[in-house]
C-alpha cells in the first residue's frame, strides 16, 4: 500500500480534458506518460522518474503525469497505439516527443531541459523560442515515427580547439567520437569571431583570464562538430551492478512494457563524460543543453537542417581517351545538368599498369590487350564529383560496364548513348564503392599545400567571406594562426623581395595589424591559389579576373588582400618556417 502511495505522489494522474488544461498550467517542465486504459502507463519507466525526482530536488520546476489518451480529446491520435509515448511540456507548450521506453533518451532529455529551466529562473539566460508539437491523425502517423524525438533530435555541439588542432589532434578526437557510437552529423574549420567565442564561452565570462581564452581561441584554427547520440545499441553502454533504486517490479500481463535491461544494468556516458573518461576534455568543449545547442547551431551552420540531410559523397570519375576526345563537352555538359559538381579535372595519360588497374574487369575478354592500348593511346579525362548520393546516381546515370548489357537494361544510359564502335565496354568509368574512390582521388589528384595570407587591412567581414570562398573552390584550410607579422617573420615569407627598395613598404603595411596565415591543401594548390588570388594590381585584376580575390578586396598593389607561394618548393620552405614550431616531428594525419 505505502508503495501505490509514492507511485501517485510521483505522477499526476490526469483522465480528462479539464484535467490535461488544468495540467498545461504547471511551471516549469511536466514530463507525461500517455497511455491508453486498456495496458495502463509504463511503469518500466517509473523508477528512473523517482530517481531524477530524487536527484534534481525541483518540486517546482519538475512534474510527472499520466495521462489516459482514451478520454483527453487532445490525445485523439495516440489512441489505440500500444507502444509507451512520452511528451515534455514546458510552461503549457508541447515541445518534445519520444517514442518508446527509451530510459537513456528520456533521461538526458529531462536533464537538458530542467538545466535550461533553472538557468532561465536565475536570468542566466532567455527562454527559447520552441516549436510545439502538433498532434496529426494516428493513420498519419504510422510508419513514420522513429523510437527517437520527433520534434529534435538530440544533438552535442564540440569546439576541438586550437591547440589540438596544431598538435593533430582533430582525427583521434573524432575517431574515439565514432568509436563511442555517437555520429558526426556535421562540421567545420574555422576561425573563430570574437562575438562566437564570447556568445559560446559565456558561461566562464567571470573568469578572470577569460580575455586571454578570447585572444587564444580567436587566434588559431578549431574544428566544430555537430555531434548526434547515434542509436540505441552502442558500444558506451557499459555494464554496471544493479541499483535498488531502478530494480522494477514483477509486470502484470495485461501492461504493454517490458523493462528494458538497460535501465537496470547498463550506463550511457554523455558526450562530455565520454571524453573525460577518454582524458581529452581539455582538447575538445561541449555543449549540450538543447536551447543552446540549436541556437549554435544557427550560429555555425545556418543551413544545417537541409545540409544534415543531404549526403554528399565524392567519387572519382573518368573519361575513356575516344570520348574524351570527341565529345567532351556533352558529357561535361549532362554532368552539370544532373546536379554534380566538378570539384578537380585534368587529362592524364595511363601508364599501362594504371589502365590494367582501371579495366581489371576486362581482363578475360578477347578484347582486353585492344582496350589496354586505346586506354594507354592519349589522354583520359579524370573528375572529382561531388552530389548528394553521388555514387549510387553516378552509377545509374552511366549504366553497366558492358554495352549490349546497357542496351538491353538501360538503354537510356550514358553507356549506350556514347558507345564507341569496336569497343564493347563503357567509355565513362566510376568508383565502384566510397572507399574505393577515397583512394582513387588520392591516386589522380595527389594533394599538394602552399602557405597563403591574408593582409592585415582586411575586414573581418571581408576575411569571412574570403574563408568562404577558399573552401567553396575545394581547398582544405590544414592549419591557420593569426599573427602580427614583424621583420623576422615577414622576411620568411616575402624572402624573394626583402631586398627589394618597396620592401620597407610591404613592412609598413604589414604592421598596421594581424595577418592570417594558412596552409591550404588541394590537388595543384600552389597555382590554384595564385589563380584564384588575381594578378597583384587590383585593378588589373578587375580587368582580367574580375571573380579573383584581389579585383572584389584588394585596393592597391600593396593592400591587395592576400598573397601567395610562386611555386612548390617556396611554398614547403615557406610552411616549414612558419609552422616549425606548431608542427609535432611526428604529425598524426588530419
Known sequence: M???????????????????????????????????????????????FRKLKNELNEDELLHFVVAEADNIVTLQSFRDKCEPVFLFSVNGKI????????????????????????????????RPQYHEIVFVDSDAEDGEESPYESAEQLYSIAIIKPDAVIARKSLEIKKKILEAGFVIEIEDKRVLTEQQVRDFYSRIADQPDFEDFVLFMTNGLSHILVISQGNEEQPAWEETEPNPETETKVYEDNHHEVAPPTLRKEKRYSLQEYLERQHISQLCDIEEGIANVNKFIDMFFPDFKSMKNLKLEKILALLRPDLFQEKKENVLGIIHDEGFKILMQRPIVLSEEEAQTLCKEYENEDYFENLIKKMTSGPSLALVLLRDNCLQHWKEL??????????????????????????????LYGSDSLETAEKEIQYFFPPQQTLALIKPHVTQEQREEILKYIKEVGFEITQMKEMLLNEEAADKIYSKIKTKDFYKDVLEVLSEGPSLVMILTKWNAVSDWRRLMGPVDPDEA?????????????????????????????????????????????????
Open 2 to 48: 505505502a508503495s501505490k502511495k509514492r507511485e501517485i505522489q510521483l505522477q499526476t494522474v490526469v483522465n480528462s480534458q479539464s484535467l490535461w488544461d488544468e495540467m498545461l498550467q504547471n511551471k516549469g517542465l511536466t514530463v507525461i506518460d500517455v497511455y491508453q486504459a486498456w495496458c495502463g502507463p509504463c511503469k518500466a519507466m517509473q523508477p528512473l
Open 95 to 126: 515541445i518534445a516527443k519520444i517514442i518508446g521506453a527509451n530510459a537513456p533518451l528520456v533521461n538526458q532529455k529531462i536533464i537538458n531541459l530542467i538545466d535550461e529551466e533553472r538557468k532561465i529562473e536565475a536570468g542566466e539566460m532567455v
Open 398 to 427: 552511366i549504366g553497366p560496364s558492358s554495352v549490349e548489357k546497357a542496351k538491353t537494361s538501360v538503354p537510356e544510359s550514358l553507356c549506350v548513348q556514347f558507345a564507341v564502335e569496336g569497343l564493347p565496354i563503357n567509355q
Open 542 to 590: 578587375k580587368l582580367l579576373s574580375p571573380d579573383s580575390i584581389r579585383a572584389q578586396f584588394g585596393t592597391s598593389v600593396l593592400k591587395n588582400a592576400v598573397h601567395g607561394s610562386s611555386n612548390i618548393q617556396e611554398a614547403m620552405e615557406t610552411i616549414d618556417q612558419m609552422f616549425e614550431m606548431l608542427v609535432p616531428e611526428n604529425p598524426e594525419g588530419n
